[in-house]
């Protein structure tokens, strides 16, 4: 999925100074959502570029019958951008049906393309789709930086009893690379992200992970089997 992470329904992204958010009255509460065309064809090229080294599909997810200003200019913005890439298939779903078809046929997708709260709402579902929140990795990807983390959060709940998956943020550590090979056109930054996914690949199917994927292991042996697996 490439969701655009710089503004859209956050407050604290909208605004040069002050807050994207107003209570008008005490009762009254009023929020500010903003889309860009710089920002909407940046997810969009990012998306279409993923999708070259996939299936070459595009789902551009929007709310574009409700938000027709707003999620029209998204949708036009991906949809220019599509234009350079004349071999991704290009197709788009309004965002509550795509909650259903995503769960009734997932094999129908390839990259989803979306705007920021929407793919907030879209990342959890489809990384459970996966088998666990837990094996969610992602990557904030700019254009001139990047920071992996997983998708999931800290995950306070279960700090210090050695249960959490540490898979996303293994997968996150391997987008990262995979993203600094590509810009640096360094081939061995992007066999080490293949190399690190081929490993938690092979541990999960061996049951060596953590149990909300299956597996025995606690946090700590999780990523010692993945470590093992990496040095043979």
């Not at 254009?143 to 249960?163: C, E, F, L, R, Y």
Request: aromatic share 4%.
């Amino acid at each position: 999925m490439a969701r655009e992470n710089t503004e859209g329904f956050y407050a604290d992204r909208n605004m040069e100074a002050g807050s994207g958010e107003m209570l008008v009255t005490k009762d009254v509460a009023v929020s500010m959502r903003r889309i860009t065309r710089t920002c909407s064809e940046r997810i969009a090229r990012a998306a279409c570029e993923l999708a070259m080294t996939r299936r070459k599909h595009v789902t551009i997810v929007h709310k574009a019958n409700v938000l027709k200003v707003t999620d029209g200019l998204f949708i036009e913005a991906c949809r220019q951008v599509a234009k350079e890439f004349p071999a991704v298939t290009v197709d788009d779903v309004i965002v509550d049906a795509m909650m259903a078809h995503v769960v009734r046929n997932p094999q129908r997708f390839d990259v989803i393309v979306t705007s920021n709260m929407y793919g907030d709402i879209l990342s959890d579902l489809t990384a459970e789709l996966s088998g666990s929140l837990g094996m969610a990795a992602s990557l904030n990807a700019g254009t001139d930086h990047g920071m992996a983390q997983a998708a999931h959060g800290s995950a306070p709940d279960i700090a210090g009893k050695n249960v959490a998956n540490p898979l996303s943020l293994i997968l996150s550590a391997a987008m990262l690379l995979a993203w600094h090979g590509r810009r640096r056109k360094t081939n061995s930054f992007e066999a080490a992200a293949g190399a690190i996914e081929k490993a938690v690949e092979t541990a999960i199917a061996a049951k060596e992970s953590t149990t909300d994927v299956g597996g025995r292991l606690g946090t700590r042996e999780t990523g010692d089997a993945v470590a093992a697996r990496l040095r043979a």
